[in-house]
């Protein structure tokens, strides 16, 4: 069984930054493809927003429209840590943060994910 744990988020004011990272713990052995995906406030029922996701290897990584030039992620070679550093955010980047693991298929939609971590509120504010 895999655990996904992820950092806290916290309220920043428009234009910030912040990092947040996220481990998959278990299956040391094994190195997972990983993703991050979010939930706006009253989207609460509608499928998590891809937001970016980075291969087993880390040689190939996705972005959302929406973020790309602003958010960059990453991962510790040969472990499964990735890191999400969200720069110039805005308040539309306010949600709750997922992080997900382990999946051979698409890596920008959310089904195919096997593992998700517990989710943290980024707001963006003034």
């Known amino acids: 069984q895999v655990r996904v744990r992820q950092s806290e988020g916290g309220l920043v004011q428009p234009g910030a930054s912040l990092r947040l990272s996220c481990a998959a713990l278990g299956h040391t052995n094994r190195k997972h493809a990983m993703g991050w995906f979010r939930q706006a406030p009253g989207k609460e029922g509608e499928e998590r927003e891809f937001?970016?996701?980075?291969?087993?290897?880390?040689?190939?990584?996705f972005y959302a429209d929406s973020v790309k030039d602003r958010f960059t992620i990453s991962r510790t070679y040969g472990e499964n840590t990735v890191y999400l550093q969200m720069n110039s955010l805005k308040p539309e980047d306010t949600a709750v943060y997922y992080c997900?693991?382990?999946?051979?298929?698409?890596?920008?939609?959310?089904?195919?994910?096997?593992?998700w971590g517990q989710g943290t509120q980024v707001t963006v504010s003034s």
């Open positions: 937001v970016a996701s980075i291969s087993w290897s880390g040689g190939t990584t």
């Open positions: 997900a693991a382990e999946n051979h298929r698409d890596l920008r939609t959310a089904s195919h994910y096997d593992f």
